[in-house]
């Protein structure tokens, strides 16, 4: 099974992650930010990646240290469950309709992060989340897991639906990526053979 746990403390969260890539996107998550535990539960739905994140954070500062250190340490603990990534897919895309938005979002497990960014938001908020935040987990995710990431709102206008799409874009993908391919018999998918860098 590729697993990971992962615990993690600083003076601004207390963190404890468990990821199963092999799951069945069964979730345990409470961050302490309502919207965001609801998206965070659509990834692990729909990516089939099992996931348990438990979080204690300064939200009486705000809600920054919170949302960057969920992605830091879901994506460390993806990245330790992936291994090598030997005999991954490594790459994975999806358009992923809500309602009147659509947003297409492809990943490429890399070991080099990246992410472009191409989704903006008519309001600050959607629930008590600030919708700023949203790029700046995704940013968070793609540096501690190594992924290239493109994400992109083709069109919308409900912010709840283009963000809800996003995260689900993403998850789709991410499970392509994270398959094993029966015909690589195990080999990393590089021709440099190695994806840490």
């Known amino acids: 099974m590729r697993t990971a746990t992962l615990t993690r403390t600083t003076h601004e969260t207390d963190i404890h992650v468990e990821v199963n890539l092999d799951g069945a996107g069964q979730y345990d998550v409470a961050t302490g930010i309502g919207f965001l535990d609801h998206m965070i539960e659509q990834f692990s739905r729909h ?10 954070g300064d939200l009486h500062v705000d809600q920054h240290h919170t949302t ?6 879901i994506g460390q603990a993806i990245s330790e469950a992936l291994g090598d990534k030997a005999g991954i897919v490594r790459y994975g895309s999806a358009y992923s309709p809500m309602d009147e938005a659509l947003a297409r979002v492809t990943v490429d497990i890399s070991g080099r992060p990246y992410l472009v960014w ?7 908020r959607l629930g008590e989340m600030d919708t700023e935040l949203f790029e700046h987990w995704f ?3 793609s ?3 190594g992924l290239t990431l493109h994400c992109e709102l083709l069109y919308g ?6 963000i809800e799409g996003i995260y689900k874009g993403f998850a789709r993908a991410m499970r392509q990526a994270v398959e094993i391919d ?14 840490s860098d």
Request: net charge positive.
């Open 143 to 145: 540096q501690a897991a």
């Open 68 to 73: 960057e250190d969920s992605a830091l340490a």
């Open 157 to 162: 206008q409900n912010n709840h639906h283009i």
């Open 47 to 56: 990516s089939l990646i099992d996931l348990t994140v438990r979080i204690d």
């Open 118 to 124: 191409k989704a903006g938001f008519s309001q600050p």
């Open 182 to 195: 029966s015909r690589k018999a195990g080999a990393i998918p590089s021709t440099k053979g190695t994806l």
């Open 139 to 141: 940013h968070s995710i």
